[in-house]
């Protein structure tokens, strides 16, 4: 069994990060909005703001007070989205209750938009026209890039259908590429006889937000495991992070699985700042980082 790791596929992407960021007379800014004191989302800014400072991309952190008010998250956004320096804007979740996320997604200019959530971008993801696109997606078409793997006629399976993960990716795999052209299934929650769906698969794509869901009864011998999943367990009294793919199990019959960690999450977070560069691409209407 082959493991599909992180580390060669970040080194390529932070190359051409660094390659893209030598020719500029600026460094790119991604500004994130942040509304929580939640600790992993903490950890996570925290990452990105070193991982963008090692490659030439500024990345601020705005954190903004619990009882913010929606009206001046809108304000803060409108101002980003007019402001030049700024090329990318994110903003963190988790979002306090009562805030409306698709409100706040859609206040974001689609060219500064590195999450590739708003609606502008989605519908472009469809059509197969330039744009922002969601990391998540990107980093696992990347990764199948980096090793080889192509999808070109082949069954692929993804089990969840989030608006994030797996409905974008459908629409990647579906592309008219070496790494598109595939038969997408879509799984969820409410699919029927899912290891009958799943044993069929070339490539399996996991993303049910289920601690190692995936067992190797679910999989063909010699297919392509991809998990999407993090989730955090806690073990014999230790804290750590699965996958939604039993790797031990898996490993067992699969050709190759990403790991987690240091598989998909990590290329995702890759992805993002490579997005950023892609919105200045956008932003200065030149398409030389596609
Ligand atoms: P989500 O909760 O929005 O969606 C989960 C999907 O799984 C749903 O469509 C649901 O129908 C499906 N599902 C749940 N139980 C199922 C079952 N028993 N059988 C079949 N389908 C089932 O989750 P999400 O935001 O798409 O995230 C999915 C996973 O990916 C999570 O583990 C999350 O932590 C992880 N994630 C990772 C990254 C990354 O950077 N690698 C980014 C986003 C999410």
Same mark, same amino acid.
């Not at 800014?29 to 400072?53: C, F, H, Q, W």
């Not at 956004?77 to 030049?84: A, K, L, Q, T, Y």
């Not at 991809?226 to 806690?234: R, W």
């Given at each position: ?25 600026f ?8 509304i @929580? ?9 925290? @990452? ?13 952190? *705005? ?5 913010? %008010? ?12 007019? !402001?030049?320096?700024? @090329? ?6 988790p ?13 974001? %200019?689609?060219?500064? !938009?590195? !999450? ?25 078409i ?16 993804? *089990? ?16 008219? !590429? ?7 299934t ?24 289920k ?10 011998? @010699? ?11 806690v ?6 992070y699965?996958? %939604? ?33 892609k ?12």
């Amino acid at each position: 069994m082959i493991e599909l790791t992180a580390k060669p596929v970040i080194k390529t992407i932070n190359q051409e990060i660094l390659s893209f960021i030598s020719n500029l007379s600026f460094a790119p800014r991604l500004n994130i909005i942040r509304i @929580n004191n939640d600790p992993a989302s903490e950890y996570y800014v925290t @990452n990105l703001v070193k991982k963008g400072e090692k490659i030439g991309i500024n990345v601020d952190v *705005i954190n903004m007070p619990l009882d913010t %008010d929606e009206k001046d998250v809108l304000q803060l956004i409108r101002r980003f989205n007019d !402001d030049r320096n700024v @090329n990318a804007i994110m903003i963190q979740k988790p979002l306090p209750g009562g805030f409306n996320e698709d409100i706040l997604t859609g206040a974001i %200019d689609p060219d500064k !938009d590195v !999450d590739g959530f708003h609606p502008v971008n989605m519908g472009k993801l469809l059509l197969e026209k330039d744009g922002l696109k969601p990391c998540t997606p990107l980093a696992v078409i990347e990764t199948l890039r980096h090793y080889n793997i192509t999808t070109r006629g082949k069954r692929v399976v993804i *089990i969840g259908r989030s608006n994030i993960v797996g409905k974008p990716l459908a629409g990647l795999l579906l592309y008219k !590429d070496l790494f598109g052209d595939a038969t997408v299934t879509i799984c969820h929650s409410r699919s029927e006889k899912l290891s009958d769906i799943t044993k069929e698969a070339d490539i399996l794509i996991a993303a049910t937000g289920k601690a190692e869901f995936v067992n190797k009864d679910m999989l063909k011998s @010699n297919s392509i495991v991809i998990d999407v999943g993090i989730n955090q367990i806690v073990r014999n009294g230790k804290t750590s992070y699965v996958g %939604d793919v039993d790797f031990n199990s898996c490993s067992k019959i699969a050709q190759s699985i990403t790991p987690v960690p240091g598989g998909i999450g990590t290329v995702t977070t890759a992805m993002l700042l490579k997005n950023v560069i892609k919105a200045v691409n956008i932003q200065n209407k030149v398409d030389i980082f596609d």
